[in-house]
């Protein structure tokens, strides 16, 4: 089964750090490009960063970018996501998906994100 | 950055009926790149629709995709009581998503 897991979340104070981690299961991780999405609460969904199957490429979004470092272990099959400078507005859920084409070199671009964690909370409160 | 726009930002229909949902995009969006998603509560999202059209796999035939440009549309044909939930368009100049489309039951 392709499956996504997500873990690392929890409560944090302004200021702090956390790390998420989203293990992959079922299909060639190596072979996909991998994002974060997150959704505060009640509120829609914003994607937060990408990162290319070899890790050549990251994109953030503005609101993380400085803050927030994407990395992946192929060989572990695993994608993480480094928070630091932690604000109370990035309390949400945090989802790791994945891309639904095969990463296909530095051309490539995504354009769908097919597979989909079940998120992991991150709250930030003093 | 382009900002997509959907709307009505709730839509409520009964079981049975037709479902338009309209997705706006501020700069045009190439149909390559424009996805639709239906999120039930306390779950994650689910892809329906790629590439503007293209039904992800096992996403039933009532689901369709349609548009070009900055204008794109999922029609729901005949509406089931599952089918009520939050949808999400997303283009992939910069991921954006829309700030997505409640339907409610009528």
């Known amino acids: 089964e392709v499956q996504l897991v997500e873990s690392g979340g929890g409560l944090v104070q302004p200021g702090g750090s956390l790390r998420l981690s989203c293990a992959a299961s079922?299909?060639?991780?190596?072979?996909?490009?991998m994002n974060w999405v997150r959704q505060a609460p009640g509120k829609g969904l914003e994607w937060i960063s990408y990162?290319?199957?070899?890790?050549?490429?990251?994109y953030y979004a503005d609101s993380v970018k400085g803050r927030f470092t994407i990395s992946r272990e192929n060989a572990k099959n695993s994608l993480y996501l480094q928070m630091n400078s932690l604000r109370d507005e990035d309390t949400a859920v945090y989802y790791c998906?994945?891309?639904?084409?095969?990463?296909?070199?530095?051309?490539?671009?995504?354009?769908?994100?097919?597979?989909w964690g079940q998120g992991t909370m991150v709250t930030v409160s003093s | 950055e382009i900002v997509l726009t959907q709307s009505p930002g709730t839509l409520s229909l009964s079981p049975g009926e037709r479902a338009t949902l309209s997705c706006r995009a501020s700069?045009?969006?190439?149909?390559?790149?424009l996805a639709w998603y239906q999120q039930k509560p306390g779950q994650a999202p689910r892809l329906l629709i790629y590439?503007?059209?293209s039904r992800a796999t096992g996403i039933p035939d009532r689901f369709s995709g349609s548009g070009s440009g900055t204008e794109f549309t999922l029609t729901i044909s005949r509406l089931e009581p599952e089918d009520f939930a939050v949808y999400y368009c997303?283009?992939?100049?910069?991921?954006?998503f829309g700030q997505g489309t409640k339907l409610e039951i009528k």
């Open positions: 998906a994945r891309d639904l084409l095969q990463y296909s070199g530095s051309y490539y671009r995504s354009n769908a994100f097919h597979i």
């Open positions: 079922g299909f060639t991780f190596s072979s996909y490009s």
């Open positions: 990162i290319s199957a070899s890790s050549s490429t990251m």
């Open positions: 700069q045009s969006v190439s149909s390559s790149y």
């Open positions: 590439g503007a059209s």
């Open positions: 997303q283009q992939f100049s910069g991921y954006t």
